[in-house]
C-alpha cells in the first residue's frame, strides 16, 4: 500500500498543512519513522522527539510551529490513528462463505448468509449461528449455543453447550467460553465437583483476547456487558457479573459471583476475591487485590487494595525504609554509647 499525503489526508478527513506530494507506506512511532512512515504526536511529552523526526507527515491535533513536514490535523488524534492503521494493514486473505469439508456440522445446526465455517471445526446439535459470522479451524461450539451476526471466533475457540455469544463480537485464539467453574464442597474426606447448570452470555461489542476463560454458572447466568474488552490470559469465573464497556487488563483474575459495574477498569494481574462489587467508573491499579467493596469512580491500588493516593503514600515509605533504618542504628548506637557513660558515671558515684 502506497499513498501520497494529500490522498491520505483525504481519507482521514484532515486538514493537510505542508506538502502533499510524499509517499506514505507505513504508520509507526515518532521514534522509527522514516520518509515514508506516517507518525503522531497523541501526548505532548513526545513533541521535541517529532520536531527532530524525519518522517513522511504526522497526524496532529494542533499546528506545530518550526516543525518541517506534512501536518495532518484532525480533532481525535486516536481515532485517525486508528483509521490510519486499518489503511495500511496487511492484505489477508479474507474468510470464504461456506463449510470447509473437514468440518463436522451437525444436521440440527441453524445457520445464516455468509457464514465462514473453517477447517476441523465441530458444531454440535441445537447451535445457531447469525449473519456474517466467521468461525476459524479447529473451533469446537457445544450444544444449544447461540452465536449472533458478524461475530468472529479465531482459530481454537471453544465454546460449551448452553451458552449466548452476542453480535460483533471477537473472541481471540484458544479462548474458552462456559467450562465448569471451580467450585468445589469437602464431603467424606474428598473435594467433590458442584454441578455447573447455568450458562455464559457474552453480550454485543465484547472483544475476549487469547488463551482467556470464562466460566459458566453454577446456577443463573455468568454475563459479559456489551463494549467489554478482555485481555489475554484472563480468568472470569462463575457467576460473574461485568458491565458494560470494562476493560480488563491480562491476567487478571475474577473470583466466582463477584460483579463489576459499568466502565470498571481492572489493571494487569488485579485479582478480585469472590462475592465482591466494584462500582460503576471504579479503577484498579496492576496487582492489587480487591477483598472488600469498592464504591463507584474509586481508584484503589496496591495488596489488599487500598485508595490509590495512600498506596502511593506508603511505597513512598516503603522505599525510603533503607535510609530509616541506616539512621535508626546510628541512633541506637549513639543511645547505646549514652546508657553506658550514664552507668559508668554513676558506678564512679558510688565508689
Aim: with cysteine; proline share 3%.
Amino acid at each position: 500500500m502506497k499513498l501520497t499525503v494529500k490522498e491520505l489526508a483525504n481519507r482521514l478527513g484532515a486538514e493537510l498543512i505542508g506538502d502533499g506530494t510524499g509517499a506514505i507506506r507505513s504508520v509507526g512511532p515518532v521514534g522509527s519513522a522514516d520518509r515514508a512512515t506516517l507518525t503522531f504526536l497523541a501526548d505532548e511529552k513526545h513533541l521535541a522527539e517529532l520536531k527532530k523526526s524525519c518522517c513522511g507527515a504526522a497526524i496532529i491535533n494542533k499546528a506545530i510551529e518550526g516543525f518541517s513536514q506534512p501536518q495532518l490535523l484532525v480533532k481525535n488524534v486516536n481515532a485517525a490513528l486508528i483509521d490510519a492503521l486499518k489503511i495500511f494493514a496487511p492484505k489477508l486473505r479474507p474468510a470464504v462463505p461456506g463449510v470447509d469439508s473437514t468440518a463436522k456440522v451437525a444436521a440440527s445446526v441453524k445457520m445464516g448468509k455468509n457464514v465462514s465455517i473453517g477447517a476441523c471445526v465441530v458444531i454440535e446439535d441445537g447451535v445457531e449461528i447469525g449473519d456474517d459470522t466467521i468461525i476459524a479451524a479447529g473451533c469446537k461450539i457445544g450444544q444449544n449455543t447461540k452465536i449472533g451476526r458478524a461475530t468472529r471466533l479465531d482459530c481454537n475457540v471453544v465454546i460449551y453447550h448452553n451458552c449466548a455469544i452476542g453480535n460483533s463480537v471477537i473472541i481471540q485464539a484458544n479462548t474458552t467460553i462456559g467450562s465448569v467453574g471451580f467450585g468445589y464442597s469437602f464431603i467424606d474426606g474428598a473435594h467433590r465437583l458442584i454441578p455447573h447448570n447455568g450458562v455464559v452470555v457474552i453480550e454485543d461489542y465484547v472483544e475476549i483476547g487469547a488463551n482467556s476463560c470464562v466460566d459458566r454458572a453454577k446456577f443463573g447466568e455468568t454475563r459479559i456487558g456489551a463494549g467489554t474488552k478482555i485481555d489475554n490470559l484472563v480468568q472470569i469465573a462463575h457467576n460473574v457479573i461485568i458491565g458494560k464497556c470494562c476493560l480488563i487488563v491480562g491476567q487478571a483474575g475474577i473470583a466466582g459471583s463477584s460483579k463489576l459495574g459499568d466502565g470498571v477498569v481492572l489493571g494487569g494481574q488485579a485479582a478480585v476475591v469472590d462475592n465482591v462489587e466494584i462500582g460503576a467508573g471504579a479503577m484498579v491499579g496492576a496487582q492489587s487485590g480487591v477483598i472488600n467493596n469498592i464504591p463507584p469512580g474509586k481508584k484503589v491500588a496496591w495488596s489488599p487494595a487500598i485508595d490509590h493516593k495512600e498506596a502511593l503514600r506508603a511505597f513512598a515509605c516503603i522505599l525510603r525504609l533503607p535510609t530509616i533504618i541506616g539512621q535508626f542504628k546510628k541512633l541506637s548506637a549513639r543511645v547505646d554509647k549514652l546508657e553506658t557513660t550514664k552507668t559508668q558515671n554513676h558506678e564512679e558515684k558510688v565508689r
